[in-house]
């Protein structure tokens, strides 16, 4: 994703947000509820700021915000 999807562009497919963008940051959000995620953002800072930028998306916001507390719990 660092390298090609997101090497001159905000979004997997340009600059505006498509499903694309919405299904991988459903996948890549359930990392935030381990914090793997987030032990990879120097690495990949790209793919980091894009999806802070989805999570920040007002109903890809809520949505999370009931979703990844749950798995989070559930992967205690």
Known sequence: ???YWLKDTLYLTGNEVTIA?????CELAQTKANRLFD???QEYPKVYAWLDRMLAIQEVKEL???VLPKLAKFLK
Not at 21 to 25: C, F, G, K, V
């Open 1 to 3: 994703m660092e390298t």
């Open 21 to 25: 963008d919405l299904s991988a940051a």
């Open 39 to 41: 032990s990879y953002s």
């Open 64 to 66: 999370h915000s009931i």
